[in-house]
């Protein structure tokens, strides 16, 4: 019902801000609940951070806490991760997903097919 594509990742200088997008055909972003998860090669997928259909309710993994920021702008039917002071350690491929703002990867429906973000020391 949804198909969604992030963009924005690229290689970065470690303390640097990156900001990541994730847009839908089919059925707007609007209509679900949001999140974004990392993967790196050879690790879990790790949860990252979510928000409520309307913007009103935000988590974030503790480890990311202050550094990145979830936000969306439904009217234009896309939903951003800004991320900043950059670590090596968040080299990874970052997937936006919908139908769910819990941390466990299991209970979201749809996926988009990942941005590589490199940051480099």
């Known amino acids: 019902q949804v198909q969604l594509v992030e963009s924005g990742g690229r290689s970065v200088q470690a303390g640097g801000s990156l900001r990541l997008s994730c847009t839908s055909s089919g059925r707007s972003v609007s209509r679900y609940d949001m999140g974004w998860f990392r993967q790196a090669p050879g690790k879990a997928r790790e949860f990252v951070a979510a928000i409520s259909r309307n913007g009103g309710t935000i988590s974030y993994a503790d480890s990311l806490k202050g550094r990145f920021t979830i936000s969306r702008d439904n009217a234009k039917n896309t939903v951003n991760l800004q991320m900043n002071s950059l670590e090596p350690e968040d080299t990874a491929v970052y997937y936006c997903?919908?139908?769910?703002?819990?941390?466990?990867?299991?209970?979201?429906?749809?996926w988009g097919q990942g941005t590589q973000v490199t940051v480099s020391s």
């Open positions: 997903a919908a139908g769910s703002r819990s941390s466990d990867y299991r209970t979201y429906n749809y």
